[in-house]
């Protein structure tokens, strides 16, 4: 039973000697004199990976080809007797729907794209202008909306002095009249008659002590006082000028005709009283608005505010320049999108029927509009090369090999020296037991035709399974694991450091390929050389 085989060209520096090691050779060490050590610097080359069997040429058969999918055939595009050649369309079926996806995925990969170059290219000159205009008119709004702080605070000012002038203008302009010493000690209404005579001239000694309070509290008062003190008092006076107010009224409205108070007097006191009355609820309704506007006014400012902050913010988003974690958050989706639109691609392509070889078609059983079964044979062709090789590939080795893998093959009639190149066309899906072990039947087309082959030959069949370039690989032997992880001592100057490296494959000849960690000229230790 053969095994898989990895092989790489490379090129080392040893010492200072350089050495190269071509396919399986691997690499030689030269050594001067007794160095203490061994060093090796790495250069990328190519891999091939390779499964090694055997197999015998044969007659070749009829191929019977069949689509993987069921659906509608619309087209067929060989008759029988044409010649056609390895990879020729020969037939396809319905991919209306297909097609769409992938275009879709593919516009879809093209926005991803432009997304990431706009990204990376930043705010244009006209954006970031944009967004500093943005800036300018935000604050011209703060500024503006701080002067409307500042007039509806002067407003209520205002609103607090005409408070205080009109309550004064209601106790003492015009309700003073009812009054014999008002502003004394012992105020007295002017009639014996009044009621609720005694409660009333308390009330206006006690607002006499008030008014002159509270006029010496709001004298040099400016908005950069205590407002919210300042509207406090103002109410809670206001209180009691309304107060005062109502029981005179109520004592002027009852008040009769008598000898000592004309009917004329008593005429004007109502109608001053109800003045007063009306000229204080005015001041409550115009200190009410003021505090009300101030309110709006504040509110309005930390609205302005927050739009200048975010105007400054997205500013700044527009100066600074790509993070990383974004750039590769796109990065990302457009492999992801890629990867879903190579899906629909190859659904797509098993949708179609290709020749896997050079040959004649024999025979069409599927015709444009038919619907077809999967495996469904829908043409057969014969071979215009009579000969091809047959193989069993043992089961631990079937899932490198697919339809299509290049291989070398050796006849043993010729040796080594006479290679012929070939392709596998077939992979049967059913095992077969050969000496009690799963075996799968391969079937190779030479690429040529070459007279010096003959049905029954033996031969050794090295199939390449894939291919890699500018590959990276090191001693197995030299890379260390240590918590899961692997390193190799790497010679940086006259220090020697332990890298950490992610691993691939390993070669039958103990290669093993370094996905990252390692670069192009990096010097890697071997061992250490005995004293």
Known sequence: MKNIFFFFTKKFVIGAVIVSGIGAAGFVFLKNGSP???????????????????????????LDLSFEQSGRVTAVKVQVGDNVTFGQLLAGQDTAQLDAQLAEMRAGIDVQEAKLDQLLAGASKEDIALAETAVANAEISVANAKQAIDDAKQNLVDKLQDAYTKSDDAVRGKADQIFNNPRSVNPKLASPFFENRSDVEKQRLLLESLLRAWAKSLSG??????????IAITEKNFEQVKLFLDDIALGVNAFTLNSDISQTTIDKWKVDISTARTNIHTAVS??????GSLKTEEANLRTVEGSLKTAQNQLILKKIPARSPDIALYKAQIRQ??????????????????????????VIHSKVGSNVAPHEAAISLIGADTLRIESYIPEKNIPFIKIGDEAIIMLDAYGSDMPFMASVILIDPAETMRDGISTYRATLQFLDRDERVKSGMTASILITTEKKFNIIAVPQGIVMSKDGQKFVKIKEGDTIVDR?????????????????????????MLEQASQ
């Open 286 to 291: 115009n200190l009410s608005a003021a505090k």
């Open 221 to 230: 008062f400016s908005m950069r006082g205590d407002l919210a003190s300042a």
């Open 500 to 524: 950490k490296i992610e691993t691939g494959s390993v070669s039958s000849l103990g290669q093993i390929e370094v996905i990252s960690g390692l670069k192009d000229g990096d010097i890697v």
């Open 337 to 362: 999108a890629e990867a879903s639109a190579q899906s629909i691609a190859a659904q797509l392509d098993k949708r179609q029927i290709h020749s896997p070889i050079n040959g004649v078609v024999t």
């Open 36 to 62: 203490k050590e061994e060093t090796l610097i790495v250069h990328g080359d190519d891999f091939v990976q390779q499964v090694s069997v055997s197999g015998k040429v044969v007659a070749m058969e009829n």
